[in-house]
């Protein structure tokens, strides 16, 4: 007898088939999940940091270094070359002005000193042999004219008469013309001894002028010689601090080699190196502030370097009051540099997300704090305390502000673990 053979409803083959089935639609399905929902990211509190955006006082400024430098300094280079004989102070020591500090030696110069010496002295000599011949001729000229006076008169005396003799018939012609002649003769002479005498005293006084004023030259040279010979003497030229002396007894300095400074004790200013990339923002005027002492002091660009070197340019800030106390040259001051007035802002804590970011975008945490979403913004101004807030947040919204390095850019939340 036959028996009938009942078909199943479910076969293995077909339950594979649905199976595999299924797996591909939880498959595409978690695809599409995964393409088009946000990705989420677990992180332990305790492990970022979270800063609150607020209003507040914004100042744009930047932290800068300067080294404390005396307002005043005086380089001290020799005036002579020369061998130094002797230090007379050492580095460091407080001077007076006029006060003594090197003692140079030179030969050379000392000799010049002493033939300059010897010229004038026989300038003199000269001087007073060529003033006594002057004197000397001019009383041999005062008694040739005393003769030449005394014969005019005879002959004058002898003509007149010899006039009146004439005139009685006493006398010839003869004889009236030799007296005539005599006289004439006698008022030449005169003439002559006496345009003599005034270029005799025309000459003297201007050989005594040329002499005077050889003289005089000379005196010059030799004052400036004498001063020549005195700088090897070096003197403070102020009263201040000696620093930087570079000299030893025996060592042999050129005329202009540096060798040392005086720095004016009391007024100090202070040298900053700021980075070009604020070139375009620092001028005259500018305050900063330094702490010193637990004590803040305002200071006041007032000199721009603008040479560039090795990608830094200097300013020369004074302390807009007195400087502090026991401040010192070369010390180095921690100085907040404003570039900006202070003015009202919607401010957010620096951080380490910046360097991921660029200030595009920040994760803001929900209202409980147990997510932190992917949020726009935009920033503006900073200073190493804060960004400008410019869009994106509000005040009292809470960001995630430290290093966000360890998150994916395509990282939509971050599930806050307590």
């Known amino acids: 007898m036959d028996r009938k053979i009942e078909q199943k409803k ?4 077909k339950i594979m088939l649905i199976a595999g089935v299924a797996g591909l639609v939880m498959l595409i399905v978690a695809s599409i999940y995964a393409t088009t929902g946000n990705t989420k990211l677990n992180v332990e509190a305790e492990r970022i940091t979270i800063s609150e955006v607020k209003q507040g006082n914004f100042q744009e400024f930047i932290p800068v270094n300067g080294v404390v430098q005396p307002l005043t300094s005086i380089y001290l280079d020799a005036a002579e070359g020369g061998r130094v004989e002797e230090k007379l102070v050492e580095d460091g020591a407080i001077m007076k002005k006029g006060q003594p500090i090197l003692r140079l030696s030179n030969t050379d110069l000392q000799l010049s000193l002493v033939q300059q010496e010897t010229q004038v002295y026989n300038l003199i000599t000269q001087m007073q042999i060529a003033k006594n011949a002057s004197q000397q001729n001019r009383i041999t000229n005062l008694n040739q004219m005393t003769d030449v006076d005394n014969e005019l008169k005879e002959a004058d005396r002898v003509y007149t008469l010899n006039k009146k003799l004439y005139d009685k018939k006493a006398i010839g012609l003869q004889e009236l013309k030799q007296s005539e002649n005599a006289y004439n003769y006698q008022m030449a002479k005169k003439n002559l001894a006496t345009e003599t005498i005034s270029q005799d ?12 004023q050889s003289y005089n030259g000379s005196q010059n040279a030799l004052s400036v010689m004498r001063q020549k010979v005195g700088d090897l003497i070096v003197r403070a030229p102020v009263d201040g601090q000696l620093t930087s002396l570079d000299a030893e007894v025996g060592q042999n300095k050129n005329k202009g080699e540096r060798l040392g400074q005086l720095d004016v004790i009391g007024d100090y200013k202070v040298r900053v190196d700021i ?4 070139i375009n923002r620092i001028y005259n005027g500018l305050e900063g502030i330094a702490t010193i002492g637990g004590k803040d002091y305002l200071l006041t660009i007032k000199k721009v370097y603008t040479q560039v070197a090795n990608g830094k340019f200097s300013v020369d800030m004074a302390f807009e009051s007195k400087a502090p106390d026991g401040i010192r040259r070369g010390q180095t001051l921690q100085i ?3 570039l900006s007035d202070e003015t009202k802002a919607l401010l957010l804590a620096r951080g380490g997300f910046y360097n991921k970011t660029g200030g595009r975008w920040v994760y803001k945490l929900s209202s409980d704090g147990s997510v932190a979403y992917k949020t726009d913004i935009e920033l503006g101004r900073q200073n190493p ?8 947040l509000k005040p ?11 998150y994916g850019e395509d990282m939509q939340e971050l599930v806050i673990k307590k």
């Open 10 to 13: 479910w076969s293995k083959k």
């Open 201 to 212: 005293a025309q000459s003297s006084k201007q050989q005594l002028v040329q002499a005077q």
């Open 275 to 278: 980075d070009e990339h604020y």
């Open 336 to 338: 907040r540099l404003a």
């Open 385 to 392: 305390d804060y960004f400008e807030v410019m869009s994106g």
């Open 396 to 406: 009292g919204d809470k960001v995630v502000t430290s290093s966000y390095e360890n």
